[in-house]
């Protein structure tokens, strides 16, 4: 059983930063991609980020684009958002997800465990 646990949300103004950790259990870590995605109120949740198993790939939605990094530490099981420069627009729920492959994706269906969600809010 795949077990998902986010923490490092909160308020924080706007311009400042904020660090998400998502710790996995169940699996071995490290062959297996991670994503963050964020669901806004009244929104759909969209994809934030990607990390391949390895850690040695990822990719960013445009909108996080140069402020967000992804990283993992695959000792820890841990995959990290390192969220920079933030912006009220990026107020939303985040949450990490896990897929059973080492290839990274942006698609929310590729993805077959879930954490729970941690609030991030930007104030202005």
């Known amino acids: 059983q795949v077990q998902l646990v986010e923490s490092g949300g909160g308020l924080v103004q706007a311009g400042g930063s904020l660090r998400l950790s998502c710790a996995a259990s169940?699996?071995?870590?490290?062959?297996?991609?991670m994503g963050w995605f964020r669901q806004a109120p009244g929104k759909e949740r969209d994809f934030v980020a990607t990390?391949?198993?390895?850690?040695?790939?990822?990719y960013y939605a445009d909108s996080v684009k140069g402020r967000f990094t992804i990283s993992k530490d695959n000792a820890k099981s841990t995959v990290y958002l390192q969220m920079n420069s933030l912006k009220p627009e990026d107020t939303a729920v985040y949450y990490c997800?896990?897929?059973?492959?080492?290839?990274?994706?942006?698609?929310?269906?590729?993805?077959?465990?879930w954490g729970q969600g941690t609030q991030v809010t930007v104030s202005s």
């Open positions: 169940g699996r071995t870590f490290s062959n297996y991609a």
């Open positions: 990390i391949s198993g390895s850690g040695g790939n990822t």
């Open positions: 997800a896990q897929r059973p492959s080492r290839v990274i994706s942006s698609r929310e269906y590729d993805y077959a465990y």
